[in-house]
Structures are given as C-alpha cells and as structure tokens.
C-alpha cells in the first residue's frame, strides 16, 4: 500500500533535481560553464560581450536555474540584472526558485524573493516552492516562504499538500511550522490519505506523536478504509504500532476489503508487527470479504515464515478455507487489486 509503485496513478512524493548535478560542463555554453566554476569575473565578462542570460539547454533550464541550483548569491543578482527571467520554466515547468529551495540555499532564495520569483509558481506535478521545501527539509527557506503566502494549504496535482509533503520527509521542525502557520493537520489527498498516514507508513513515530498532539485523528480512514494503524502495519514498522495501539485503536478495524492490520502485516512478513498486534488482541482468525485469514496472507507470502509460526503459536485455524478460492494476483504492499 501506500508505495510510489508502477501502478501508482498519482505522482510520487518528493521532488528530484532531476541531471543538472551531473551535466557534462564541458558541452554547454561558456557562460553555464563560468557558472558551475562560481567565477563571477567571467560570468560578468560573457554579459558584458552580449552572451545571452536566457539561453535555454535542451531540458529548456536557463543559466538562472545554474545558478539557483548553486546558490551563488552573486551570480544570481548579476544575472537578473542583465535581463536574466527570474521565473523562467524549464520543461518539467521548474524556477529557478524551485531549484534553490531544493538545493535547500536560504540565501539563494532571499535574493530571489528580492527580485520577485513567484512563491505560487507550479511545476508539471503542480508542486510549489513550499512543497519542494517541505519534502527536502529545507525549513530556513520555508520561513522565507510562508509569509508571502495567502494559504499554505495548496494541493498538488495528488492533492497533497506541504504537511503531507513534511511528514512523509519526517521532518518535525518542519511539520512544527507548517502547523504553526496554519496548516490543516485533517486535509486530506486524492486517495483521501492525512499526513498520519504517511507519517505512519514511514515510522516517522516522532511526527506521528506531533500530528496527535495537535489534533490529528488516529483513526481516520482513507478512500479504502486504511487508518494510519493499517499503514504502519503494512510498511513494519513496530514502535509506530504500539504507539498507535497505545492510543487504544482498534487492533482489528478492517479496511475496504476487509483485512485488518494482522493481514497486512502477514501478507508483507512483518513478523516484529504480527507478534505486537497479536499482543494486543487481533483475532487471528479474523477473515476478510474475500474469506482470507492473516493465516492465508502470511502462507502466500515469500517473507511469511515467521508469521506463520505466530499464529499457529497463538490459535489460528490451519484447515479454515476461504470462501471465494480466487488467487492474491494484483497485491503490491497490502494493496488489494
């Protein structure tokens, strides 16, 4: 569940800076080169002999983008100066801005804000500067950010907004500002998934802790009935679990399909997780819609060996038989076809 697979239909989490970092220096131009050498002298020298400031590679990215990826303070002013287009895109619709939040470069930005780079500015996946921000933990340049902002409840093109962004990072600093500023702990993605989902999923237990101390609900489901103990069962991670159960969670909330958190757990060999929900009190038992115990999950899967053992250890039913004996094909982390 949950993972940025093949058959993810949204765009993943995160943001990439895609090749710049490994261009061939020696192919482009001579102003990109004097550039990436930070020799301003030179780079002062081509402007003055006409060379042009808005030359674009073949990926559409302009000398501002170099330079914002650099975060060469001095070179960014001279450039705009010259003429240089401070919210030029490239072919994936990125600024300059959004190259110098992801290089995680607070000066970078300050001088870009000086010279009125667009903090609304939306790349292909609709991502603006704070979503670049809160993915690369760059919480310096979101405080540059936030206060030219009317709302930091922007979604992307997944829906996601910047503290769905922050806590899939696992970023706590930056999960604090975001709240701090205004941000909707409940807001919701495409696949109605919170940023306790993603927290949970990624065992970031101290964000998780955070986003319940201010408000979050722990048990909120998404479009197919996941709630964030689901989530954390299905990716393992056990101190996320027991925190969760902690709270007193249902240890056997079924989602759309009907599996548990035990099921899930089974299906991925998540043993550590099986033993903590057992504990707890899962049922094992328990079938889903399709008539599929955690025993059936966990004889399916490659990992499931020690999972098996548990539940045999603890009363499961080895000659229960489903109700509909059709196969698991489709299942990609706990994610039911």
């Known amino acids: 569940m949950y993972s940025n697979s093949p058959g993810e239909s949204l765009p993943p989490f995160g943001f990439t800076l895609g090749n710049m970092a490994v261009l061939k220096i020696q192919d482009q131009t001579s102003l990109l080169r004097a550039i990436f050498n930070v020799d301003t002298d030179e780079v002062r020298s081509l402007i003055f002999k006409k060379e042009d400031v808005n030359i674009q590679d073949n990926e559409k990215r302009t000398p501002l983008h170099a330079a914002a990826y650099l975060g060469d303070t001095e070179i960014i002013e001279l450039l705009i100066l010259s003429g240089a287009r401070v919210n030029a895109k490239d072919n994936k619709w990125l600024t300059p801005l959004h190259r110098a939040v992801a290089s995680c470069s607070e000066?970078?930005?300050?001088?870009?804000?000086?010279h009125s780079a667009d903090v609304n500015g939306r790349d292909k996946n609709w991502q603006t500067p704070l979503h670049v921000a809160a993915s690369n933990k760059a919480v310096r340049c979101a405080e540059a950010l936030v206060p030219l902002l009317s709302n930091v409840n922007v979604s992307d093109r997944a829906g996601r907004t910047a503290l769905h962004h922050a806590a899939f990072s696992g970023h706590v600093e930056m999960v604090k500002l975001l709240l701090s500023r205004g941000a909707n702990i409940n807001a919701f993605d495409k696949k109605d998934r919170r940023a306790i989902h993603w927290a949970a999923y990624m065992g970031h237990l101290e964000v998780v802790k955070l986003l319940v101390?201010?408000?979050?609900?722990?048990?909120?489901?998404?479009?197919?009935a996941y709630t964030p103990l689901h989530a954390a069962a299905s990716s393992g991670m056990s101190s996320t679990v027991h925190y969760l159960l902690s709270l007193g969670?249902?240890?056997?909330?079924?989602?759309?399909?009907?599996?548990?958190?035990?099921h899930l757990a089974c299906y991925n060999g998540q043993d550590v997780v099986v033993s903590e929900l057992i504990e707890a009190g899962a049922n094992v038992n328990q079938v889903n819609e399709r008539g599929f115990s955690a025993l059936h999950f966990?004889?399916?899967?490659?990992?499931?060996a020690?999972?098996?053992e548990l539940l045999l250890a603890h009363g499961a039913h080895i000659n229960m038989r489903p109700q509909d004996a059709r196969p698991y094909g489709g299942w990609q982390g706990g994610v039911a076809p």
């Open 213 to 224: 101390a201010s408000g979050a609900e722990v048990d909120c489901k998404d479009k197919k």
């Open 107 to 114: 000066n970078a930005v300050a001088m870009l804000l000086k």
């Open 298 to 304: 966990a004889s399916s899967s490659r990992q499931g």
């Open 306 to 308: 020690l999972c098996q």
């Open 249 to 262: 969670v249902h240890v056997n909330e079924i989602n759309g399909y009907g599996n548990t958190p035990l």
